[in-house]
């Protein structure tokens, strides 16, 4: 059991990057008033863990409504990751995890961002909702289930801890050294990926 969390804790925060999303968070609050920034944060991570938590707990479901059978989500979301994973050894920056210049425009003229673009796509974006439903489609039992739940609100508790201490972070690794951090990450990610996807071909063609 122990194995499944740790593993399931650093996937999930590989892929939230806490890190990396208060930098960005920092950078769209930053002329804002610092009970002001503590709103939206707070804000922002319980919104995305009402995403991440309903992602998680129907995910069996909906992919049984779907038709779509375990070993061939988690190849396609092996897929998904892996791809995340080499926007993060390059340090750059696409859409599973980014705004689009509009989007970017958009939040620039709101007030709150704690929807838009903070819960999404920043903490809970398409890489962080497959990570759930990955975490949900192994067949787990009640037990580990509640523990899983456990471990995304730990990340995202992480998370808004990391933008209390943005400034900090900022300060302290600078730009080139959050994209070292995140190159590492990526790389580690990019392994949990492919291990998706050789587990997912394996017992989809009955390997096993």
């Known amino acids: 059991m122990l194995e499944i969390l740790l593993s399931a804790f650093v996937l999930l ?9 208060a930098a960005i968070f920092a950078a769209l609050v930053h002329d804002l008033p610092r009970e002001e920034q503590r709103r939206i944060a707070r804000n922002g991570v319980l919104l995305a863990a009402g995403i991440l938590l309903t992602f ?16 061939a989500f988690r190849v396609a979301g092996g897929v998904l990751l892996f791809m995340l994973s080499l926007d993060m050894i390059f340090a750059r920056q696409s859409g599973m995890r980014a705004t689009t210049l509009r989007e970017q425009r958009e939040a ?22 497959t990570t759930v439903l990955l975490m949900a489609s192994a067949g787990h039992p009640p037990g580990i289930m509640a523990a899983l739940v456990g471990v995304v609100v730990l ?14 972070i900022i300060r302290g690794l600078g730009e080139t050294g959050i994209n070292v951090v995140n190159r590492l990450l990526g ?9 998706f996807i050789l587990d997912g071909v394996r017992v989809g063609l009955n390997l096993d």
């Open 155 to 168: 990340v995202l508790a992480l998370c808004l801890l990391a933008f209390r201490l943005a400034p900090s």
């Open 108 to 129: 620039s003229r709101r007030q709150d961002i704690s929807v838009f673009p903070l819960a999404f796509p920043l903490i809970a974006g398409p890489g962080a909702m």
């Open 187 to 195: 790389l580690i990610l990019a392994a949990l990926a492919v291990q």
């Open 13 to 21: 925060f590989i892929v939230v990057d806490p890190i990396g999303v």
């Open 56 to 71: 998680m707990l129907v995910g069996n479901g909906l992919l049984s409504v779907l038709g779509i059978s375990i070993p």
